[in-house]
Every structure is written in structure tokens, then in C-alpha cells.
């Protein structure tokens, strides 16, 4: 099968179009940092894209996942300073890891309960899904006080990840390192599964023509309904690492990404995980790369980049056939 | 006619939101012979196929498939029955490959191996496509293939919406050879069709509609030998559609 390629140069061409400006060790810090954040935005972005492409379901509460893991991540590394000391990398990783398995299964059984007492109700009509969305990111941000309080907290990163190591002269955060690998070991796994697996094929079909999925025999409301918990957990573990990123932990963590997360979703072309890879690294690339050239630009940058590539492409880099 | 009837609609009435579209259809499938839905454009011929699917849900009225009522049913049920549909847009997914979109028509995941060699002998070209998006296929490329999703297991009933819409003649007489092959292998079809040269080649039996309703049943054969009825019946369909 062709499959379209030219997206994939955007990233590179991005990358080498900013060295001229700066010195190799500063762009080789920012690159590192551009794509930590992508591949945190990517977490955070991949089940909303799904979500939407399948269901054609408009959440507004994802937000509130996110939320959820930054807090898992200051209750379980917390509780693990342990694990977090000096001595050890590998207990220092293992705290991570348990703190992002916690995060992904309890926001995934969160997701799960959202879903059937909430999102089920409101299938077909896009107004009473924002309403009601943005409610529950109301009541889940005060949830999050109820439990956690309403000062902000601190992250116990483990010791050696708050470090950095110099690489071609430049200092690079263990920690953002540590994203790049979970993030591509993430979108390596989600590619696994949508293209080789049954289920995969199944939601590839249902994001678009979901009726003609229906008329083969399959529910698409079971289907919906992985996908949806999927979605959440990755949000959690996207919340629990960006909370380590962090490091500062507030009821609105989740909600400040918002913003960034539609643009990731609608720059990759809705319903489209690759796109939704491709789109948070090159939101993350221009953040940092705009951030130190003109830092009061970017938030701004992010914006121009969505209409940059909508005037390229409007549906997206990988736009998905709708029926 | 003794025949087995498999598909039966009785009084069916449905509405789509405020409108209503099906004033109480009546009609009857034979099983193993190929019923032809007629009609002018906007008579409820797709409304009527997507309501057994139970994409649009009958308001009153009884569909029994083999004896059971399905109107109450799921769709994803309905086509466990064994009940396979092609609709009008033809529905294949077009990010997908022709492979994959065959094997969604599987049930369990996996091809019959002498199934598929029946669909290839029938319709070769989907072999040489067989790893490339179906998106890039001709319509009526597109057409065989959603047909042969029919095809790759055994169904009891297939229900196909206007297949021949916007095809070449000679693609036309391909898909005549498919339907004919199909017949051959004793499944049950219900066929809504415009083209009146397709329909009176492979139909054996026939339904007009026309505004909600079944106006005419009857066997092809008296139809096709009857140009008066056939002029009263299809006047308007027929010089809008040759
Ligand atoms: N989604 C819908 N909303 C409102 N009205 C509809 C809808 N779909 C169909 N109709 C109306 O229902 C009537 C029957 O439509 P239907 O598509 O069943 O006709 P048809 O016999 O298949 O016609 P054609 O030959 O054009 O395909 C038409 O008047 C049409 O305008
Ligand atoms: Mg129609």
C-alpha cells in the first residue's frame, strides 16, 4: 500500500531550517526538548484524536485526565522517594514506571466511568457534548481539590532524572530523554495495534464509515468504548509524565493543555494517531524553537502553524476519508 | 408459489426525523431467487433496505427474516444473521486496503481459501489490487469489491442498493455476470435497480414502489413481457434512467 510520505519531511525540514540561527549545542538542546514535549503532547493528544474520529464524540473534559495523572505522579513518586535517590538509575526509572502504570490504569477506570455515566448519553449532538464535557472538567477540577488540595504541589522527581549529561557540547535532560523513549515506545505500540491487529483494523474502519462497520456485524459501541479508556489512560500517562516535566503540579495542569492538544489533533487531520505523532512533535519543535528566539510568541507560533498547515492541507496532515 | 418467503415486510413504516417516508411496505423475498426492487428516484427504495438493516428503525410494521421479527434489533445482529449489505455509497473504506476490506467481511478474521478464488476468478482486477487502498479504486472496481464483501462467506440474504449507478456499460455487464454467478450459488438477493436491462436479466421476481409503498408484485417475466404494465408502472423511472 502508498502510503503518504511528504508529512514526514515537514519535521527534518523544521528541524535543519533552525540551525543557521543558533549555535549546534543550543539547537541540539532545543531539538531534545522539542521532542520530549511532542512526545508528552502526543500522550496526551492520541485518544482525543481517536475518540473524535470514531464517535465523532467532542470531549472537552480530556483535560481532566491529564490532571489526574500529574496528581498520581506527586501521590506515587511521593510515596516511592525511596526509590529516588542518588544511588540507583534503575530504581529511579522503576519509580517512574510504577507511577505511570498507576496512572494509566486509574484514569483508564476513571475513562471507563466517564464514559458510561456521561459520554454514552450524549452521542450525536455536538452541543449538549460540550456542555456537558466542560462541566465534567468543572467537577473534576474540584474533585482534584476535594482530594489533593488547592495549593500547588511538588513533583518528587527521582534524583538522577532531574539531572542532565553533555552530549556534542550540549546538556541534555535525563528526564526529557526519558519522554522521547516512552513516547516512541507508545506510538510504536499504538502502530502495532491499529495496523496488525484485528481491533485495529476494526477502528481504522470505524473512524471512517462507523454505520458501514455496524452493517458487517461488528458494535462500534464496544469498540467506542476501548478506544475511549485506551485514550484516557494514555492521557494519564501523558498527565504523569508532564507533571514530572512539571515538577509543580495545579488543578488546571491538565486544562492549560487544552489548547495545544486541539491544535495537535486538528494539524494531524482528526482520527489519525500518526498524524497526531507527527503533529505534537512539530508543536513541540516550534514551541521551544520560538520560545528562544522570541519567547513572547509562543503560544502564538502554535496558532500560525495550524493555519500554515491548513492552508496546505485542510484537513490535516493525515486527513482521514469520512463517509 | 409454494416458495419459502425469507424476507417479509409487512406494513413498515418509518420515518426519518419529522418526515415520514414509509406509508406501510409489504414485501416479500422468495428464498434463493433474486427480487428486484423498482421505483422512481425518491419512491423509499433505500429507506426501505436501510430499515431491514435497522439503520433507520421501522415506526410500525413487522420485518421477519426466516420467521423472526428484526425490526427491534441491532444492526450489528441483523447482519450476524447472515445478512450482508451493499448500500448505495458502496461503504468500503477507502484508507483501507482491498484485502483488509474483505476481511472485515470475514467473521472470524480469516479468509476461505476457495471463497476467495471464487471472487478473484470473478473479478480478477481486485487480485492485482489485492494490497493497494481501496480509496484508489475505480468505481467500478469499487463496486465488485463491495459486492464480493458479500461473497467471502456464505450469506443468506443480500441486499444491494442501486449497484450500477454511474458505471460504464461494460462494467454493467461484468457486475451482470457476478449476480449471475451469485444466483448460481443459491444466495437470496434483493436488488434495487434502476437500470431496467440489469434488472430484467438477472430478476426473477419484482416489486415497484412508489411513494412509501409496494404498488406492484409480481414474477419479472410477466413484467418484462408486459409493456403496458411496464409503461404504467416505470414510465417515469424508465425515461429518466435509458
Ligand atoms: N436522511 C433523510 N432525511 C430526510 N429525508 C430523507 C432522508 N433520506 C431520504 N429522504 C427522503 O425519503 C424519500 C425516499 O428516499 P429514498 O432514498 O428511500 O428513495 P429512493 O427510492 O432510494 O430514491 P433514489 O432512486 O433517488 O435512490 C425521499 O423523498 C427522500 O427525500
Ligand atoms: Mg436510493
Not at chain 1, 302 to 308: G, K, P, Q, R
Request: charged letters at 15%; aromatic letters at 6%; a positive charge.
Amino acid at each position: 500500500m502508498k502510503r503518504d510520505l511528504t508529512p514526514w519531511l515537514l519535521l527534518p525540514i523544521v528541524a535543519l531550517a533552525m540551525l543557521p540561527l543558533m549555535s549546534f549545542s543550543t539547537w541540539l538542546t532545543l531539538t531534545i526538548a522539542g521532542a520530549a514535549m511532542g512526545m508528552m503532547l502526543f500522550l496526551m493528544a492520541s485518544g482525543l484524536t481517536l475518540v473524535f474520529g470514531l464517535m465523532d464524540v467532542m470531549n472537552f473534559a480530556h483535560g481532566a485526565f491529564i490532571t489526574l495523572g500529574a496528581y498520581l505522579a506527586v501521590t506515587v513518586l511521593g510515596r516511592l522517594s525511596g526509590w529516588g535517590g542518588p544511588d540507583s538509575l534503575a530504581w529511579n526509572l522503576a519509580a517512574l514506571a510504577v507511577a505511570v502504570t498507576t496512572g494509566a490504569i486509574a484514569t483508564g477506570a476513571v475513562g471507563a466511568v466517564f464514559e458510561r455515566v456521561i459520554i454514552r448519553r450524549v452521542y450525536g449532538s455536538h452541543l449538549q457534548q460540550i456542555l456537558i464535557t466542560m462541566g465534567g472538567l468543572i467537577v473534576a477540577g474540584q474533585l482534584v481539590i476535594v482530594l489533593w488540595g488547592a495549593q500547588p504541589l511538588q513533583v518528587a522527581k527521582p534524583v538522577l532524572l532531574r539531572g542532565s549529561f553533555l552530549l556534542g557540547g550540549a546538556a541534555i535532560e535525563t528526564y526529557r530523554l526519558v519522554a522521547v523513549v516512552l513516547g516512541l515506545l507508545v506510538f510504536g505500540i499504538a502502530y502495532l495495534v491499529l495496523n496488525r491487529t484485528r481491533i485495529g483494523l476494526l477502528v481504522r474502519a470505524g473512524v471512517e464509515n462507523r454505520e458501514m462497520v455496524e452493517a458487517l456485524g461488528f458494535r462500534i459501541e464496544r469498540l467506542f468504548v476501548a478506544v475511549f479508556v485506551a485514550g484516557a489512560a494514555l492521557a494519564g500517562i501523558g498527565g504523569v509524565m508532564w507533571g514530572g516535566y512539571q515538577e509543580v503540579v495545579t488543578a488546571t495542569i491538565g486544562d492549560e493543555m487544552t489548547v495545544l492538544i486541539f491544535i495537535v489533533i486538528i494539524i494531524g487531520g482528526l482520527g489519525s494517531v500518526t498524524g497526531c505523532f507527527q503533529a505534537a512533535v512539530l508543536v513541540g519543535l516550534t514551541t521551544n524553537y520560538v520560545g528562544y528566539l522570541t519567547p513572547k510568541l509562543a503560544l502564538g507560533s502554535n496558532i500560525a502553524l495550524m493555519v500554515l498547515v491548513l492552508l496546505w492541507r485542510p484537513r490535516g496532515l493525515f486527513p482521514v476519508a469520512k463517509q | 408459489m409454494a416458495e419459502k418467503i425469507l424476507l417479509q415486510l409487512e406494513g413498515v413504516q418509518t420515518h426519518i426525523g419529522r418526515y415520514h417516508i414509509l406509508h406501510g411496505v409489504d414485501l416479500s423475498v422468495p428464498e434463493g431467487g433474486l427480487t428486484v426492487l423498482l421505483g422512481r428516484n425518491g419512491a423509499g427504495k433505500t429507506t426501505t433496505l436501510r430499515t431491514v438493516m435497522g439503520l433507520w428503525r421501522a415506526s410500525a410494521g413487522r420485518i421477519l427474516f426466516d420467521g423472526t421479527d428484526i425490526a427491534a434489533m441491532a444492526t450489528p445482529d441483523i447482519a450476524r444473521l447472515g445478512i450482508a449489505y451493499v448500500p448505495e455509497a458502496m461503504g468500503i473504506f477507502t484508507g483501507l486496503t482491498v484485502r483488509e476490506n474483505l476481511l472485515l467481511a470475514t467473521t472470524a478474521g480469516r479468509f476461505d481459501d476457495a471463497r476467495l478464488d471464487a471472487v478473484f476468478a470473478l473479478f480478477p482486477v481486485l487480485k492485482t489490487k489485492w494490497h493497494d487502498a481501496a480509496g484508489g479504486l475505480s468505481g467500478g472496481q469499487k463496486q465488485m469489491l463491495a459486492i464480493s464483501r458479500a461473497m467471502v462467506e456464505q450469506r443468506r440474504l443480500m441486499i444491494v442498493d442501486e449497484p450500477t449507478k454511474g458505471l460504464a456499460p461494460a462494467v454493467i455487464e461484468h457486475l451482470i455476470g457476478g449476480f449471475h454467478t451469485l444466483k448460481q450459488s443459491r444466495t437470496t438477493i434483493l436488488l434495487v435497480e434502476q437500470n431496467f436491462h440489469m434488472a430484467r436479466s438477472v430478476g426473477d421476481s419484482v416489486a415497484v414502489m412508489d411513494d412509501g409503498r409496494v404498488v406492484h408484485a409480481g414474477t419479472m417475466a410477466d413484467l418484462a413481457g408486459d409493456e403496458a404494465l411496464q409503461g404504467r408502472l416505470l414510465g417515469l423511472s424508465l425515461a429518466a434512467h435509458q
